[in-house]
């Protein structure tokens, strides 16, 4: 069943969130109830969206993905550009469009017309994810598997030096930044700097 009508006592308006559920008007029992501001109760609810699940976010976020990643190469745009503008950094925007993050308003609506993204899609750009852009266990795309061959050789490394130097804590992921930039090898080519940087959070006895 399409997403996209919300009931509202004017009428009816567009919302990507909103099924089109007929049978989803209140009943008559209620109609006479009223606030003191005087609206009825059926007014309302007839203002109120529908929750969509998590798992469903994440399914309409994953369709969004898809419409993004087919725009920008149409239009053969990098994430730079897409990012310019927005006001948060090219890594921020580039994890948001691949559905790992939401878009200010005012980001999400930069990026939209760069790509010619319809209210909805804009709209949708804007709520919270359902996280998590590896499926599965280990990784099998090369390069994510990188990462996390890096993690297997380096985490006990990474785990016995944050202790030794911060104490008992861990490494923030959400008060965090993440950078990458693309250098010169002496030797030739181009290496690629990662720079994670994330706020020491201690663990505290309680």
């Not at 890096?150 to 923030?172: C, K, N, P, W």
């Amino acid at each position: 069943m399409p997403y996209g009508i919300a009931r509202h006592n004017t009428g009816v308006t567009k919302n990507p969130f909103v099924p089109q559920w007929p049978w989803a008007d209140p009943t008559p029992r209620r109609e006479q109830e009223t606030n003191k501001s005087g609206t009825t109760w059926s007014d309302r609810q007839r203002c109120q969206p529908f929750q969509l699940s998590s798992r469903s976010i994440g399914k309409l976020r994953d369709t969004l993905t898809d419409t993004i990643i087919n725009a920008k190469l149409r239009k053969n745009l990098t994430f730079e550009q897409l990012a310019e503008g927005t006001g948060p950094s090219v890594v921020y925007v580039t994890a948001a469009l691949l559905g790992q993050h939401p878009l200010p308003a005012k980001a999400a609506k930069v990026v939209g017309q760069k790509l010619d993204l319809n209210s909805g899609e804009i709209e949708l750009l804007k709520t919270i994810p359902l996280r998590g852009s590896i499926p599965g266990g280990v990784p099998t795309d090369p390069t994510v598997y990188r990462f996390y061959e890096m993690v297997q050789v380096y985490g006990s490394t990474l785990r016995a030096l944050i202790h030794e130097q911060f104490g008992d804590g861990i490494v923030s992921a959400i008060n965090f930044k993440l950078n990458i930039t693309k250098v010169v090898d002496p030797e030739g080519g181009h290496r690629a700097v990662i720079t994670l940087d994330g706020k020491f959070l201690p663990f505290k006895p309680f």
